[in-house]
């Protein structure tokens, strides 16, 4: 392998800055641009790259964030936009920067994790990384719609309007974990990148009891995946912002944490986003889901 230079923390520097989201362009089709130029990368997102000169060739990301676990609040780094450019795949670049982050970190976080894709299952065990299985979480409202009898106006939010823009960028400041079973606070920068890049039309803003909901209905179907608020949300306060008439099944890309017996769990067997860890926990609830927006 060639010798190539290890840089880190460059948010400030343009050309290493336009060269990495160059490579996320071509890895993952990701145009990190927007999110950056509005002053979203945040000290909590540290990029480990290497260079051949002055292009960024490989990368495995950091992102600080605390997680909630039963109740209980734990510090922890999740990996992410592990990537290399084509022309220098082979070369064990990748492995060398998870190598390095590991060893960094691992003394300064009570757990590392990761979510990996079907092609690279293999990869993470390398790094002393646990598969963990996650679960999937539903609701069929016909047990809900006669309980429901007042509904709420909901406003859509625009992204590209200043003042929804820094509303949402408020709540993600101050939010609180969306669950005491598993839940993450301090990752406004992630938060943000759903905002500005995957949920663009997606983004409600529930003004009377001041929450922000990111949801898709698909058929009689509704995807609810975050619920963005200050403090504790009920399911009654959900669903009040739901067209029941029309749902069937609300799936939650979360792990709720209503009091309703109600709400159906079970192991999810096939995965986009395979859940690793290192070291495995020990606390870990039954049946619990990572907040879909707290992916990285």
């Known amino acids: 392998m060639s010798e190539y230079e290890?840089?880190?923390?460059?948010k400030h520097n343009k050309k290493y800055k336009e060269s990495f989201n160059e490579l996320a362009k071509k890895v993952f089709e990701l145009d990190f641009k927007e999110w950056y130029g509005r002053g979203c990368w945040n000290d909590n997102y540290v990029c480990y790259s290497y260079v051949d000169g002055e292009?960024?060739?490989?990368?495995?990301?950091?992102?600080?964030?605390?997680?909630?676990?039963?109740?209980?609040?734990?510090?922890?780094?999740?990996?992410?936009?592990?990537?290399?450019?084509?022309?220098?795949?082979?070369?064990?670049?990748?492995?060398?920067?998870?190598?390095?982050?590991?060893?960094?970190?691992e003394?300064?976080?009570d757990f590392i994790y990761l979510f990996a894709n079907d092609t690279v299952l293999d990869f993470y065990p390398k790094f002393g990384f646990e598969r963990m299985q996650e679960?999937?979480?539903?609701?069929?409202?016909?047990?809900?719609?006669?309980?429901?009898?007042?509904?709420?106006?909901?406003?859509?939010?625009?992204?590209?309007?200043?003042?929804?823009f820094e509303l949402m960028r408020g709540f993600a400041i101050s939010r609180a974990a969306i669950s005491s079973v598993v839940g993450?606070?301090?990752?406004?920068?992630?938060?943000?990148?759903?905002?500005?890049?995957?949920?663009?039309?997606?983004?409600?803003?529930?003004?009377?009891?001041?929450?922000?909901?990111?949801?898709?209905?698909?058929d009689n179907q509704l995807h609810i995946f975050d619920i963005i608020s200050k403090n504790k949300v009920?399911?009654?306060?959900?669903?009040?912002?739901t067209t029941l008439?029309?749902?069937?099944?609300?799936?939650?890309h979360f792990t709720p944490d209503f009091d309703n017996?109600?709400?159906?769990?079970?192991?999810i067997e096939e995965n986009d986003d395979v859940l690793f860890v290192l070291p495995l926990l020990k606390d870990k609830p039954k049946h619990f889901l990572f907040p879909l927006t707290s992916h990285a």
């Open 261 to 267: 017996k109600k709400i159906y769990s079970e192991f």
């Open 6 to 10: 290890l840089i880190s923390d460059y």
């Open 234 to 241: 009920e399911i009654d306060t959900v669903l009040r912002c």
């Open 107 to 109: 003394q300064e976080c």
């Open 135 to 164: 679960s999937r979480f539903s609701l069929r409202t016909s047990d809900w719609k006669e309980k429901i009898s007042k509904k709420v106006t909901l406003r859509k939010l625009d992204i590209n309007k200043q003042a929804d």
């Open 245 to 252: 008439d029309y749902i069937e099944t609300i799936h939650f």
């Open 184 to 218: 993450v606070k301090n990752n406004e920068h992630l938060l943000m990148f759903y905002f500005i890049l995957a949920f663009q039309d997606s983004i409600y803003y529930n003004e009377e009891e001041d929450i922000i909901m990111i949801f898709e209905q698909e």
């Open 55 to 105: 292009k960024v060739v490989a990368n495995a990301s950091i992102n600080k964030m605390n997680v909630i676990l039963n109740g209980k609040e734990y510090k922890a780094i999740q990996i992410g936009t592990v990537m290399t450019h084509p022309d220098y795949r082979n070369q064990g670049l990748a492995a060398k920067l998870m190598d390095y982050i590991v060893k960094k970190y």
